[in-house]
């Protein structure tokens, strides 16, 4: 009997992919019920955003290895030569993500087979579906020329605007949007600045916006 759980139990549904969070656990549970199964083997198929990245042996000692048959699949031998009546072996196998193949879920199948006869086949095959979302890790950083301007309340002011420098001094402020090692099609950033004051008095005036190419 064959049973997969994907690590950590409590893990959260979507699967939220980032480069922190990049791997796929699971665990692995083969039991044989009856007579020994000879030449025991799990064959692991997995879709074309994922990477077989690592397996571990079971706490018990049985030997385990596990080699890469295709781009898509792996084969797992379990307790060579035979797995004993009524042993149970536990181990685990990673994946991680191919971030240049990105879709909205991965599929890993799993079949335990061997050359024993199997009464119910169904009970070794497990077929997971988990869907996906991937975090852009964009991250906007400000720098500004001044901190703060103070308006004097007893201060001249001009009644008649000749020119900006009429108004106050420059403010210039600069946003550097960065992303991280998910590609990202396209961004949008939205800018507000302060136009008036409470008693609808122009505050601020936008004079020019300038842009660098896309590094």
Known sequence: ?????????????????????????FSVTLKNKKESAYNTAIVVDFSENLFFASWSMPVDGTEVTCQVTSQKSVTCDVGYPALKRKQQVTFTINFDFNLQNLQNQASVSFQALSESYEENKADNSVNLKIPLLYDAEIHITRSTNIRFYEVSSDGNVPSIVHNFEDIG?????????????????????IIRIPQ???EKNPLMYLTGVHTDQVR
């Open 169 to 189: 001094p420059k403010f210039i402020f600069s946003i550097k949007v960065t992303t991280g090692s998910v590609p990202v099609s396209m961004a949008s950033v």
């Open 1 to 25: 009997v064959l049973d997969v759980q994907q690590l950590p139990a409590a893990q959260a549904q979507p699967f939220i992919v980032s480069n922190q969070n990049k791997r796929l656990t």
């Open 196 to 198: 008036y004051t409470k």
